[in-house]
């Protein structure tokens, strides 16, 4: 059994007190009765999340915890106390940053990007907001172009810092962040260039799109200029494309693609029409 991670176990036996799940060697370990679903039988796998309880306890929850171990996430502290700083995550017991994992004193009622692990002293599940131990450098794992999970992690001069696939560390540079975003945000982005020192640049868009919004911004002014309404569709000849865009067939279709999803145009058999915004 592994804490701090999800475990399909086996439902062995009911008991008042809850259901007990087992794992392949035998080892046992509670989910208490409130987390126990009426539909659940004997031998049915259950995927629950493993924790220690206040007294140091396997305990087994369907609950869906903020964080697992070795990972990252935006937490709020919700109690300080002569132990250290408390953060809610999700399950029932608050998660513990001792104060020898603080640089900074945490604050009742504000939210840190706090790391989770295992103590090897207690063998229970704590954080640290002591975050740049745990970041690692970029080897081969990631390439460039390549799509990647974001934490919004810290604003700077340069741009913003995100943490990429909750291992590694990026930067989104100011020119090329265009919308506002808020800490601890979950983005989607692109890997622009992996640099010599294991850190990453990203972009939220992938490579070319900056081109096929540029075009899609002149598409526009052209359906203004002709009343909202152009005869031409992907089905148009591609020479007719060229000579009245000056862009290829697939040019074309990027772009008007890119408009249809954003609802800015509708499609039709004899050509496309701007969508009046009121």
């Given at each position: 059994?592994?804490?701090?991670?999800?475990?399909?176990?086996?439902?062995?036996?009911?008991?008042?007190?809850?259901?007990?799940?087992?794992?392949?060697?035998?080892?046992?370990?509670?989910?208490?009765?409130?987390?126990?679903?009426?539909?659940?039988?004997?031998?049915?796998?259950?995927?629950?999340?493993?924790?220690?309880?206040?007294?140091?306890?396997?305990?087994?929850?369907?609950?869906?915890?903020?964080?697992?171990?070795?990972?990252?996430?935006?937490?709020?502290?919700?109690?300080?106390?002569?132990?250290?700083?408390?953060?809610?995550?999700?399950?029932?017991?608050?998660?513990?940053?001792?104060?020898?994992?603080?640089?900074?004193?945490?604050?009742?009622?504000?939210?840190?990007?706090?790391?989770?692990?295992?103590?090897?002293?207690?063998?229970?599940?704590?954080?640290?907001?002591?975050?740049?131990?745990?970041?690692?450098?970029?080897?081969?794992?990631?390439?460039?172009?390549?799509?990647?999970?974001?934490l919004v992690w810290e604003f700077t001069d340069l741009g913003l810092k995100v943490l990429v696939n909750n291992q590694f560390?990026?930067?989104?540079?100011?020119?090329?962040?265009?919308?506002?975003?808020?800490?601890?945000?979950?983005?989607?982005?692109?890997?622009?260039?992996?640099?010599?020192?294991?850190?990453?640049?990203?972009?939220?868009?992938?490579?070319?799109?900056?081109?096929?919004?540029?075009?899609?911004?002149?598409?526009?002014?052209?359906?203004?200029?002709?009343?909202?309404?152009?005869?031409?569709?992907?089905?148009?000849?591609?020479?007719?494309?060229?000579?009245?865009?000056?862009?290829?067939?697939?040019?074309?279709?990027?772009?008007?693609?890119?408009?249809?999803?954003?609802?800015?145009?509708?499609?039709?058999?004899?050509?496309?029409?701007?969508?009046?915004?009121?």
């Amino acid at each position: 059994m592994e804490l701090g991670v999800y475990n399909e176990l086996r439902l062995d036996r009911f008991t008042d007190p809850g259901a007990y799940l087992e794992d392949e060697e035998g080892n046992d370990v509670l989910l208490p009765t409130k987390y126990v679903d009426p539909s659940f039988q004997i031998d049915d796998l259950v995927n629950v999340f493993l924790y220690k309880d206040s007294e140091g306890r396997i305990i087994a929850t369907t609950l869906v915890p903020k964080i697992l171990v070795n990972q990252f996430a935006f937490l709020k502290i919700v109690e300080v106390n002569q132990y250290g700083a408390f953060a809610e995550w999700g399950v029932e017991k608050h998660l513990l940053i001792p104060f020898r994992e603080q640089p900074k004193p945490l604050e009742e009622g504000k939210h840190y990007f706090i790391y989770m692990y295992i103590d090897e002293a207690t063998q229970r599940l704590v954080g640290t907001s002591r975050i740049g131990m745990y970041i690692r450098p970029v080897t081969d794992e990631i390439q460039e172009n390549e799509a990647v999970d974001l934490l919004v992690w810290e604003f700077t001069d340069l741009g913003l810092k995100v943490l990429v696939n909750n291992q590694f560390q990026g930067l989104i540079f100011k020119n090329d962040l265009h919308r506002r975003v808020r800490m601890g945000e979950t983005l989607k982005g692109f890997v622009r260039k992996v640099r010599s020192d294991g850190k990453l640049d990203i972009v939220l868009q992938p490579a070319g799109y900056e081109k096929i919004d540029t075009l899609s911004r002149k598409f526009l002014a052209m359906l203004h200029d002709n009343d909202g309404f152009l005869d031409l569709t992907d089905k148009s000849d591609p020479e007719e494309i060229q000579y009245r865009t000056g862009w290829s067939k697939k040019l074309f279709k990027q772009v008007v693609g890119n408009l249809y999803k954003q609802r800015l145009i509708s499609l039709h058999e004899n050509g496309i029409t701007l969508i009046d915004e009121n």
